[in-house]
């Protein structure tokens, strides 16, 4: 009686840790799977924003090898990271395909191991992935993008070099008063606005936008949360023009922003949105186009995973079904769609037909519910 209840005392760990090995097994074949996908997609985006960049910049100013290649690595992983999913979908599908061609897969089956127990490992994973990539990866690619429009509108501008660029809009105030800045160009050596406009407006009691200032100077700088004209004219609405040889205005913006555009979403890291749609609605501006790239940002990690889910769904059908070809592309169409799917909710939502928040949700959890319906079919019938 002893040696019976000995044996099952020690069966059950024994049983844990094999699991806990298949599990671990598992996630490494797709890991290299997925670095290999990583590669193939990286290797074509890179080549094509050379052969891209070569002919756009490379047009207008004359560039090394060497220069383009740098422009390329600051461009290419913005590029990438938004092909991620992709990656998640083609490496999974190859990681599993390559068990079922080892039969690795029909062997962990016969043991009773559920598919379950190394699909859902996967998704965690790709989950986590996920997360490190809206946090770290994203943001360094971000940052990388809007160095790459720098350059590019630098080097489109004129010679490398010069002190001086094209025309400038900036856009500030609160709700009672807004300011729109429109500048001849920019001396950022002397931190200045050159060739300056200023055109005040004021909120009516009805909530409407009321002209009622006009400044003209020669030159503006912008320190300690004031602006500094000099040889200024200013006319208010009704009343004759004034001569001013320095005169103070009140801003809401940091002194770098005096020269510095709105960054386009894409450039804009996943950290610094929060503070980046507040300015921008501060301004007056409509900030939809980066409260959408926020919530996709923050569903990217279930993304991730719903493509993972959605291949490996695929690849359990190929152990029973034996129709590789046929299984692969129909895997392979179905991300793609999703993939379009999300592009166009995302076409919506910064058209305002739709809430940003739906239109980046609606997408990954219409991916998720798809995978996890076949495979609930495919595990359970």
């Known amino acids: 009686m002893i040696a019976p209840a000995v044996s099952r005392i020690v069966a059950v760990p024994v049983s844990r840790v094999r699991l806990g090995s298949i599990e671990r097994y598992v996630l490494v074949q797709q890991i290299r799977a997925l670095g290999m996908a990583l590669a ?27 220069r383009i290649l740098g422009l390329m690595v600051l461009k290419s992983p913005a590029v990438i990271v938004q092909l991620l999913p992709f990656v998640f979908l083609f490496g999974t599908l190859a990681a599993y395909i390559g068990l079922n061609r080892r039969s690795e897969l029909i062997a962990m089956r016969a043991a009773g191991v559920s598919a379950w127990r190394f699909v859902l490992p996967a998704a965690g994973a790709a989950f986590m992935l996920g997360i490190v990539t809206v946090a770290a990866l994203g943001p360094a690619a971000a940052s990388a993008d809007g160095l790459f429009q720098r350059e590019r509108g630098r080097l489109s501008g004129g010679a490398a070099g010069a002190d001086t660029s094209g025309v400038v809009w900036l856009r500030e105030g609160d709700g009672p008063r807004q300011v729109v800045i429109r500048a001849e160009r920019q001396d ?25 200032e006009r400044l003209d100077a020669a030159s503006a700088s912008l320190s300690a949360g004031r602006w500094r004209l000099v040889d200024a004219i200013g006319a208010q609405t ?64 279930l993304m991730f995973a719903a493509m993972s889910i959605l291949a490996a769904a695929f690849s359990l059908r190929l152990m029973r079904l034996g129709d590789l070809a046929r299984m692969s592309a129909a895997a392979v169409v179905l991300g793609f769609g999703f993939f379009f799917l999300n592009q166009s909710a995302a076409a919506f939502g910064s058209a305002e037909v739709i809430p940003p928040f739906v239109a980046a949700w609606l997408p990954p959890i219409l991916t998720a519910l798809a995978a996890l319906t076949l495979l609930f079919y495919t595990e359970d019938g």
């Open 188 to 212: 950022r050596a002397n931190a200045r606005l050159l060739g300056v406009t200023f055109f005040i407006y004021s909120t009516d009691p009805e909530g409407r936008r009321v002209f009622t």
């Open 40 to 66: 193939v997609i990286a290797a074509l985006v890179m080549l094509i924003d050379f052969v891209e960049i070569s002919r756009g910049v490379g047009s207008d100013v004359d560039l090394s090898a060497l």
């Open 238 to 301: 009704g009343q004759r023009a004034v001569s001013y040889a320095t005169l103070d205005l009140p801003s809401s913006l940091a002194d770098e922003e005096a020269f510095e555009r709105f960054a386009r979403p894409q450039s804009t890291p996943f950290w610094s949105l929060p503070a980046q749609i507040k300015r921008v609605e501060d301004a007056g501006f409509s900030s939809t186009a980066y409260r959408l790239r926020l919530q996709q940002l923050l569903a990217t990690p």
